[in-house]
């Protein structure tokens, strides 16, 4: 597999004739939302189309199918089935973590500034409710792993009591080291809840990679399975504790399986999981699809950065101390996506008025464009981008483009 030419399936078929998306499209956003590969698609639709056709053969018999797909995905997180269990999407896995826990006034939550708001936010409300307090860890984007374990020592008080951190951060794409920072802090009786939201593909055995007390990881981000589709996994002394966001005939049963049954919920997304991380396997190979990804972002990265040096006041290429396989941040032009607010509505802007699915993010003030690369990403995508938006951007930057440079 290079970069340079597209990469194939066995069939030696283009790898983006394996997925359903809009050829207009330029899509350059992976990251947000994922992609369903057709395998996938047709696998849910025939499982949606059971269900419709004989209801009563189809949900008395959930429960099982879905614990089925649990023991076909947790060996690929690298978690025993017993310890895991499917949940809608990362953000209920985090709340499920918070609804166990008891506080008491004054005790404290470390949370980073790289975390994923809507998670932070929860802290927060778990924090509230009991009186206590989230403090947040500051990491340079380019903190090496050794200053971030530091900062992460240093914060620790004896009012520490749990602390949230990401694997994969949201907004700078980078990894950080929380097996280290989970063992500091069980060394002092804290707890830790890896958000493992974006590693499930990018992480071999990511799950038995975080360390901590509870992870959860999406497996609608970068494994393409259908959209809610997440894995919780603990093998926690207190895991008897955490209930599922619906209360319903399950019950009874103990973690994990309490998990398999939700009421009348469309559990398809589960039960196809397992066709999605297979298809990977079977047409590339994980560990190849790894290598492969890193070197399609990182030559995008190039080609972006390329388009946007001439105009910017610093390199726009950012390289991060632990990159992950398939993103990178390409540092926007002074003033632009400086808060959280405008880097989305510059996503819809280019998505609405060029065709291109992108991500921007904002950290301290400063705009990046997150770019994804999955499997059907190719290097004329990247092209794309530099002529249709980046001169959008510099135009929304107030940067004129002098007129020989259009011309070169
Ligand atoms: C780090 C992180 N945590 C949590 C989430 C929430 O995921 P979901 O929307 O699937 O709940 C995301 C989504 O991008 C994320 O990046």
């Not at 998306?21 to 990251?31: A, I, S, W």
């Not at 694997?167 to 063992?183: E, K, N, V």
């Not at 830790?192 to 071999?204: K, N, R």
């Not at 030559?299 to 726009?316: C, K, M, N, T, V």
């Amino acid at each position: 597999m290079t970069t340079a030419t597209p990469i194939r399936l066995k069939s030696y078929q283009r790898a983006r004739d394996a997925w359903p998306l809009d050829p207009e499209v330029v899509h350059l956003n992976h990251g947000s939302f994922g992609a369903v590969p057709t395998v996938v698609v047709e696998h849910q639709d025939a499982l949606r189309r059971q269900a419709d056709l004989t209801p009563v053969g189809w949900f008395p018999r959930i429960a099982e199918q879905v614990r089925a797909a649990v023991e076909r995905t947790a060996p690929f997180v690298g978690a025993h089935p017993d310890d895991s269990a499917f949940v809608p999407n990362a953000s209920a896995a985090a709340t499920v973590v918070y609804n166990s826990l008891r506080l008491e006034a004054g005790d404290e939550i470390l949370v980073t500034d790289h975390g994923y708001g809507a998670v932070t936010m929860g802290a927060q409300r778990l924090a509230r409710r009991f009186g206590a307090a989230v403090r947040t860890v500051e990491l340079p984007l380019l903190a090496p792993d050794d200053e971030v374990v530091q900062r992460f020592s240093d914060a620790l008080t004896p009012r520490t009591r749990l602390i949230v951190i990401d694997q994969i951060t949201s907004p700078t794409a980078r990894m950080l080291p929380t097996r280290r920072i989970a063992g500091i802090a069980a060394e002092r009786g804290v707890r830790t809840l890896v958000d493992g939201a974006h590693a499930p593909g990018l992480i071999a055995s990511a799950a038995a990679q975080a360390g901590g007390d509870w992870w959860f990881g999406n497996m609608h981000k970068w494994p393409c399975a259908p959209r809610g589709s997440a894995l919780l996994v603990t093998a926690a002394a207190d895991r008897q504790d955490l209930w599922p966001l619906i209360d319903s005939w399950g019950a009874p049963e103990p973690y994990p399986h309490r998990f398999d049954t939700q009421g009348t919920i469309d559990a398809t997304t589960y039960i196809a999981t397992p066709t999605a991380i297979d298809f990977v396997e079977g047409e590339f190979g994980w560990d190849a699809a790894r290598t492969a990804l890193s070197a399609l972002a990182d030559s995008g990265a190039e080609i972006i950065a390329d388009a946007l040096r001439p105009f910017s006041a610093h390199d726009p290429l950012t390289p991060l101390p632990s990159p992950v396989p398939s993103m990178r941040l390409v540092r926007l032009p002074d003033g632009l996506g400086a808060t959280r607010e405008e880097a989305d509505a510059l996503r819809m802007d280019l998505f609405d008025e060029e065709g291109v699915e992108t991500a921007f993010t904002s950290f301290r003030g400063i705009g990046y464009f997150r770019l994804s690369a999955h499997l059907y990403t190719e290097a004329s995508d990247f092209e794309a981008f530099a002529e249709r938006c980046v001169p959008q951007i510099l135009r929304r930057a107030g940067i004129r483009i002098p007129l020989a440079t259009t011309i070169a």
